[in-house]
């Protein structure tokens, strides 16, 4: 591990039940750097993030956030060691308004001064939130629970992002947007972003790092770059 | 007329308990999906609390702030020592944890303090002032409606404007989601269950001098009609307990004053069922869909 690694994860093993879906499971993600995790359904890419975010209780294995073992932290101290995780669906709280939501997601931050500066930058970013503050959260369209689940998160300024399959169910010109501005805020603001992702070809398009996964393992883990170019690597394990 | 205009008042007072009881429901059906069965006798506990004190000390206000901070921590300590680890998976179980612990309050207010009535002092007046030779409110009646306009609009306010409100609002709404934005919904349960209690706690301070007095029991026909209010607005709707207390005292107080008091139970039964039949989400069900 170089001092620069912000997420160190060695031998994770996790799962619902007797039977473990990440059977050691080791990765590294530099700070300031996008990883996208792909692989089939099933590989267990969903799960993958829910024990690093300690949704689920990881059974051997440890997970370093700059150089913090996590393991035991309950999950609502997270955010406050810097980890956002943005889940599947999004988890848009759709009785709450777009402003509650949002600031919702700095309420944790003992700075108030600084949660508010956050919260009208992330206004900035999503002008189309700013329009539709007292709206409530099923009242948007696909595209705006997207903003405002990334823009919730952003709101508590995390090290590191944690994003379940942010194209789920978004048009494509909706999701090259959100990839473009992952991509953005890591060259902005020094964002690290751990991406998992069906839409194979986005992820790689705007990922440094590529982690292909396959029933519970990590098979590779090489550049974006490498994996977008290898035409034998891509028909083995991605299909297109 | 003067009876129609006495009836009223009586029913809006009466119905303004029934409507912070209703609310107590809410809050923890809200939070923790329970229906707190257990809460009259919670709330008959934090009354023999006060009466303890009261007695002791002389002093009515003190038992009456005491009984409301009873209220909080039985309220807190039932969600951490009991419901806390019931298995949530069947909405049945906690239910039943609930019944029993009525037995077991009912049981142990019986052992200490026997199960004569008490008398249960009402600070104010409870004769009516006239207004033009029509007999109209009593002071006491004022304190009931100062009191729960007080507490109920400041539930109100905490929910919707204050971070621990919209903690809690959150928690309830997404526990999951909540936690990975660092809510402690653990912690925003609890303080669901204690305040829920405490109004529980408060409503039964208001509610026994107008009746019989401090008993085990005294609470199981008002936890009845503050539930048949608390389903006749939804149980998933603060306002709807507001106005389902209201109704429900107002329904009441006719029946007994009209058709005699003997009815008013079959009276609040009936109305819960034609609710449960005619429009089982409540009249103030939420007409979107929960979850999209």
């Known amino acids: 591990m170089t001092a620069t690694d912000l997420l160190v994860v060695r031998g994770l093993v996790a799962g619902y039940g007797a039977a473990p879906v990440l059977r050691a499971i080791d990765l590294t993600v530099p700070a300031g750097t996008i990883a996208a995790v792909v692989g089939a359904n099933g590989a267990g890419k969903t799960t993958l993030l829910r024990a690093l975010s300690g949704m689920i209780r990881p059974a051997a294995g440890q997970v370093l956030l700059a150089g913090e073992d996590l393991r035991g932290t309950p999950v609502e101290q997270l955010v406050r060691r810097g980890m956002a995780h943005v889940p599947e669906g999004r988890g848009v709280i759709s009785e709450l308004t777009v402003d509650e939501n949002l600031r919702l997601g700095g309420l944790w931050r003992r700075d108030r001064a600084d949660a508010g500066r956050a919260l009208d930058e992330v206004y900035q970013l999503f002008e189309p939130l700013a329009r539709r503050r007292r709206h409530l959260g099923h009242q948007l369209s696909g595209g705006e629970r997207q903003m405002l689940a990334l823009g919730r998160a952003l709101v508590g300024r995390p090290r590191l992002l944690l994003l379940d399959e942010p194209s789920l169910g978004l048009a494509p010109r909706v999701v090259a947007r959100t990839m473009a501005l992952l991509r953005q805020l890591r060259d902005r603001t020094g964002l690290t972003v751990l991406l998992v992702e069906q839409n194979v070809r986005s992820a790689l398009a705007v990922a440094d790092q590529g982690v292909v996964m396959s029933l519970g393992r990590v098979v590779i883990a090489a550049p974006a770059v490498q994996l977008r170019d290898d035409v034998d690597l891509r028909h083995a394990y991605l299909g297109f | ?292």
Do not use: C, K
């Open chain 2, 1 to 292: 007329m003067d009876r129609f205009v006495f009836l009223t008042v009586d029913g809006l007072s009466r119905g303004a308990v029934y409507a912070a009881f209703a609310l107590a429901l809410v809050l923890i059906w809200r939070a923790a999906r329970v229906v707190n069965f257990a809460q009259g006798a919670m709330a008959v506990a934090a009354a023999y609390v006060a009466y303890t004190v009261s007695t002791a000390t002389g002093s009515y206000w003190l038992g009456f702030v005491v009984a409301i901070v009873a209220g909080l921590l039985l309220g807190a300590l039932v969600d951490r020592v009991v419901m806390r680890h019931v298995d949530h998976a069947s909405p049945l179980n906690p239910v039943i944890v609930a019944l029993g612990l009525v037995l077991l309050i009912q049981a142990v207010l019986g052992m200490v303090y026997g199960s004569e009535f008490r008398p249960a002092e009402a600070p104010f007046s409870r004769s009516a002032l006239t207004v033009g030779g029509v007999a109209v409110l009593s002071p006491y009646d004022l304190f009931v409606f100062a009191t729960i306009g007080v507490v109920v609009s400041g539930l109100a306010w905490m929910f919707a404007r204050t971070p621990v409100g919209l903690r809690m609002r959150a928690a309830a709404f997404a526990p999951e989601v909540s936690r990975l934005l660092g809510v402690n919904v653990g912690g925003m349960l609890t303080l669901g269950w204690a305040l829920a209690s405490g109004v529980g706690a408060l409503a039964a301070m208001l509610v026994l001098p107008t009746e019989l007095g401090l008993h085990p029991h005294a609470m199981d026909l008002v936890f009845v009609s503050a539930f048949t209010a608390a389903v006749v607005g939804g149980l998933d709707s603060p306002p709807g307990a507001v106005v389902g207390g209201l109704v429900v005292g107002l329904l009441l107080s006719y029946v007994s004053g009209y058709a005699g008091s003997d009815l008013t139970p079959l009276a609040v039964l009936v109305l819960l069922l034609a609710v449960l039949l005619v429009r089982p989400g409540g009249l103030f069900a939420p007409v979107a869909a929960r979850r999209v």
